[in-house]
């Protein structure tokens, strides 16, 4: 008897629950696992042994799971340290696999979470124990290295592009509009920042100005883009990533009121577009400035999702289940993209240590001369991923969701 676990670690997308029904529902249909299992909290709960069994639930369950945003199996921010240096939690973690016959572990995560892939699968072949690692990508960032792109990433772009559309209509209906800053998600990288440039009105972009972490922000390059824009049009329209950083790499705001790291070490950001604000106020004449930062929002809109991105959400976790009863291990699922005109795709394995902790950056070469938009390359990259909708099930009018009660069915005696 060979049974499975599967976790979900990192922040929330709103498709990540598609990647779980994938590894459940492909498992009923090939039957190579007798059960598998959920890790509550990801890696920190399975330490914890708050483990549920996810063959509890029927075909028409998995389907309201899967259009059910956030983690359904909850998540952590755990970091383990390297076994050389702390083997304990090694021990435990493997003793509770062994003890519930568990061949395969499918983590769904982003780059720290492939991190714990390939400790784990370290520590498995170091000990010479039948034991498979495999990571499944997802990740609203788009940083993770050697895929084309995440899942999870084209629902954001596409909620951040409609959000830029819609919000940009409504702060033009005055006579004197002033400034509207938008501040995304990303705290490395600018792949959702850039996704605002799909917002369009009679084919033009509606935004002015957008901002990435990847290049140096220039306070005096910033105000002087903004006062000439506004001069011509007495509006402008600014998007921001939240981790924008000057020229010496400190972030432009840093969430020092709160724990200012995560568990992997992370500073915690939040509010570039305040700080934005303010420096605007400033320094030039300009008194109607407007922010939004829609946080969470981001990763958890499942009305605006894109329907390609949760079928290939629903597709790598399929295909994880396919590639283990190959018998590959220490590996992440890849997307390969064939083509845009028709957009097509297949998965691959990488090796997981090579995505491990690594951040995959926008391409310079995709922002403009002026390092204050994108070119056309990134729209021609991101416009395929936000393709499709979807008919969600409805309750009183509101989208019907799956919600799994604290303390579900853990298995106590464990």
């Excluded at 604290?406 to 464990?414: E, H, M, P, V």
Aim: aromatic share 12%; glycine share 8%.
């Amino acid at each position: 008897m060979k049974n499975a676990i599967v976790a979900q670690s990192g922040g929330p997308t709103a498709v990540i629950n598609a990647s779980l029904a994938g590894v459940v529902s492909a498992n009923k249909e090939l039957k190579y696992y007798n059960k598998i299992y959920g890790g509550v909290n990801g890696i920190e709960g399975i330490l914890q042994h708050k483990i549920i069994d996810l063959n509890q639930f029927t075909e028409a369950d998995l389907k309201l799971i899967k259009y059910t945003p956030s983690a359904f199996l909850g998540s952590c921010r755990y970091k383990i340290k390297d076994f050389q240096e702390q083997e304990q939690e090694y021990k435990r973690i493997f003793a509770l696999l062994d003890k519930l016959a568990i061949q395969t572990m499918f983590y769904i995560g982003g780059n720290d979470s492939m991190d714990t892939v390939n400790k784990l699968s370290d520590y498995a072949q170091w000990k010479g124990l039948d034991c498979q690692m495999i990571g499944i990508p997802k990740t609203i960032d788009n940083d993770l290295a050697y895929t084309d792109h995440t899942p999870g990433f084209g629902s954001a772009a596409k909620y951040i592009a409609t959000t830029t559309l819609e919000t940009y209509l409504d702060a033009g209906v005055y006579t004197n509009n002033g400034i509207f800053l938008l501040e995304t998600m990303g705290r490395d990288t600018g792949w959702l920042a850039a996704s605002a440039a799909l917002a369009r009105l009679a084919g033009e972009s509606v935004v002015d100005f957008i901002y990435l972490p990847e290049t140096a922000f220039s306070a005096e390059g910033f105000l002087k883009d903004v006062v000439a824009r506004f001069e011509q049009k007495n509006k402008v329209y600014i998007v921001v990533a939240e981790g924008l950083k000057d020229k010496s790499g400190n972030y432009l705001f840093e969430m020092n009121s709160t724990p200012c790291h995560d568990g992997f070490t992370h500073f915690q950001l939040g509010g570039v577009s305040n700080y934005l604000k303010k420096l605007i106020l400033e320094n030039t004449k300009i008194k109607r400035i407007k922010t939004l930062t829609p946080g969470v929002a981001q990763r958890s809109s499942m009305h605006c999702i894109s329907g390609t991105d949760l079928q290939e959400a629903y597709q790598v976790g399929e295909d994880a289940v396919k590639y283990s009863t190959q018998g590959h291990t220490g590996f992440m699922v890849g997307i390969k993209r064939l083509g845009n005109n028709p957009y097509t795709i297949e998965t691959f394995r990488v090796e997981a240590a090579k995505v491990a902790s690594k951040i995959k950056h926008f391409p310079p070469e995709w922002i403009n001369q002026q390092k204050n938009n994108v070119t056309e390359y990134a729209l021609d990259y991101i416009t395929p991923l936000l393709s499709g909708t979807l008919d969600l099930a409805l309750e009183n009018g509101l989208p019907k969701y799956f919600y799994r009660k604290r303390g579900y069915n853990y298995y106590r005696s464990l």
